[in-house]
């Protein structure tokens, strides 16, 4: 009587080639179809773990990743003319944006420290403006909104309720030699120049 052999397992080589791409662990370099480059953790062909991750327009992230998404903590940075990396914003992302509390450093020369949220400044924080002025106070959606305390180059400070950017409500305005002036605003407006965000791709 014969021996009976059992016939051997036989897998597509589509299906194994595709097991054999799925990317776990520390990758060297993956590039994308645009040109972006990504050195890093991956798990289950997903970014995972840390990163760094390299775009074709010169904006570089170094951080955290969770499934797919800069979540954790992370810098991002702008590739200038000289090769050199000139840093955008540094602290904890949330779902590929800016989320919780970070340092955010624009093109105009300003420098915002406090929370965000999605990307914008959201929250309480402090803002130095290039022109020697200063904001800390509460943000809603990029715009002073809240309580806030603003201090001219000159010394003279304004503290009080914002809206909508603009001074309005009760507030108190201190000339340089601390002489206070209150009363009711009704949307005054400062002069500060628009801030666009910087972290999109």
Aim: glycine share 16%; net charge positive; aromatic share 18%.
């Amino acid at each position: 009587m014969p021996f009976y052999h059992k016939p051997r397992e036989f897998t597509p080589l589509l299906i194994a080639a595709q097991k054999k791409s799925i990317k776990n662990g520390l990758r060297h370099a993956i590039f994308t179809s645009r040109g972006d480059k990504y050195i890093g953790d991956w798990k289950n062909d997903v970014k995972e773990g840390k990163g760094r991750f390299l775009t074709a327009g010169g904006k570089l992230y170094e951080g955290d990743w969770v499934k797919g998404c800069r979540h954790g903590f992370g810098l991002l940075s702008q590739r200038q003319e000289n090769g050199t990396f000139k840093l955008i914003y540094r602290g904890e992302w949330a779902h590929g944006y800016p989320e919780g509390s970070g340092w955010m450093y624009y093109d105009s020369g300003d420098t915002y420290m406090g929370f965000f949220k999605r990307g914008m400044r959201h929250g309480y924080g402090n803002m130095w403006y290039k022109d020697g002025t200063f904001f800390a106070g509460y943000f809603y959606k990029n715009m002073r909104h809240g309580i806030g305390l603003f201090l001219q180059a000159d010394g003279n400070r304004y503290e009080g309720h914002f809206e909508n950017d603009l001074k309005s409500g009760y507030g108190r305005f201190y000339p340089h030699d601390d002489r206070p002036d209150s009363g009711r605003l009704a949307g005054k407006t400062m002069s500060v120049s628009c801030l666009r965000c910087q972290i999109c791709w």
